[in-house]
């Protein structure tokens, strides 16, 4: 990673072995889609090797949408229902393609693949976990992030 880049990024930087695997869908059910990661989210699948914090983000867009979101590999997300219903919104610098069902309006994640190749990272996608299947956020371990907050370029709208 470049040094601009925060310190702490929102999401663990070597995988615990331990994999979750998650069923995810938009509030009407037109998009679904799954993921996995390890370390997983759930403490009573971690084995005791520690969960996957989710990121309470701090960044304009998950401030306004209330979004709690993780950054699995690209590779372990699939689309497997609906991606023709999603839309997309960008600002900015254009890096994040921010995607929401066009039918119901939930955020449901977004394509963050060229800001972390521009990091020099592996591509990434950003999911809410808000939608999970059983989303349960008494279960979840939330960490507030300011990860985004400190990325360029500082988000304001024209007048
Ligand atoms: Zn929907
Ligand atoms: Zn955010």
């Given at each position: 990673?470049?040094?601009?880049?925060?310190?702490?990024?929102?999401?663990?930087?070597?995988?615990?072995?331990?994999?979750?695997?998650?069923?995810?869908?938009?509030?009407?059910?037109?998009?679904r889609?799954?993921?996995?990661?390890?370390?997983?989210?759930?403490?009573?699948?971690?084995?005791?090797?520690g969960?996957?914090?989710?990121?309470?983000?701090?960044?304009?867009w998950?401030?306004?949408?209330?979004?709690?979101?993780?950054?699995?590999?690209?590779?372990?997300?699939t689309?497997?229902?609906?991606?023709?219903?999603?839309?997309?919104?960008?600002?900015g610098?254009?890096?994040?393609?921010?995607?929401?069902?066009?039918?119901?309006?939930s955020?449901?994640?977004?394509?963050?693949?060229d800001?972390?190749?521009?990091?020099?990272?592996k591509?990434?996608?950003?999911?809410n976990?808000?939608m999970l299947?059983?989303?349960?956020?008494?279960?979840?371990?939330?960490?507030?992030?300011?990860?985004?907050?400190?990325?360029?370029?500082?988000?304001?709208?024209?007048?």
């Amino acid at each position: 990673m470049s040094s601009d880049v925060p310190a702490e990024p929102p999401f663990p930087l070597e995988e615990t072995g331990i994999w979750g695997h998650y069923d995810l869908h938009c509030h009407c059910g037109a998009v679904r889609y799954t993921m996995k990661m390890s370390s997983p989210l759930f403490e009573e699948e971690s084995q005791g090797k520690g969960v996957w914090k989710v990121a309470d983000c701090a960044c304009s867009w998950c401030e306004r949408t209330g979004s709690l979101v993780v950054h699995p590999f690209e590779e372990n997300v699939t689309w497997t229902r609906g991606v023709e219903n999603l839309s997309k919104y960008s600002f900015g610098n254009k890096n994040v393609e921010h995607l929401f069902c066009k039918n119901c309006g939930s955020f449901v994640g977004s394509d963050s693949g060229d800001m972390f190749k521009k990091m020099g990272s592996k591509p990434r996608t950003v999911v809410n976990v808000r939608m999970l299947k059983d989303f349960d956020m008494k279960k979840l371990t939330i960490k507030r992030s300011e990860f985004m907050k400190q990325m360029p370029p500082k988000y304001s709208i024209d007048d």
